[in-house]
């Protein structure tokens, strides 16, 4: 019963903890150097034994290739990554005051409109002359 209880405890104490692997991230300066050095390969296998002494995949030296047509890597500015922001309308402020403004008035009437329906109803039955004074006399 001792021994069960001191190989769970030593069970539990012995629990190992990994780190969590974490994304390579590569200089702009060193993709540009790479495919630089790819290029200038004219041997076949050359390009295989880069990529084996810098630890890298061929799909990275085609992202990066694609990279540098586009002129990503030749730039002094990264790219963001992420959705693009949306160019601000300097109306919208404007826009949105004014919607809000247009809702108010437009209740507004409305109410008024009830009012003169009512008020309308009202002199209809004053002018039929049947108040309710009338009849009880």
């Not at 047509?69 to 004014?98: C, F, H, M, W, Y």
Request: proline content about 4%; aromatic content about 2%; charged content about 35%.
């Amino acid at each position: 019963m001792m021994d069960e209880q001191m190989s769970v405890q030593n069970a539990v104490t012995e629990v190992e903890v990994l780190a969590k692997a974490e994304r390579r991230r590569f200089a702009r300066e060193y993709k540009l150097r790479i495919v630089q050095e790819a290029d200038a390969c004219r041997r076949p296998g050359e390009v295989g034994a880069l990529l084996r002494r810098e630890g890298l995949y061929s799909s990275h030296l085609a992202a990066w290739r694609t990279a540098r047509a586009r002129g990503e890597l030749n730039g002094s500015t990264a790219n963001k990554r992420g959705p693009k922001a949306k160019p601000v309308n300097p109306d919208a402020k404007r826009i949105v005051q004014l919607e809000k403004e247009n809702r108010r008035l437009r209740g507004r009437a409305e109410r008024a409109e009830a009012l003169v329906e009512l008020q309308k109803k009202v002199a209809a039955l004053l002018e039929n002359g049947s108040t309710p004074s009338d009849e009880e006399r």
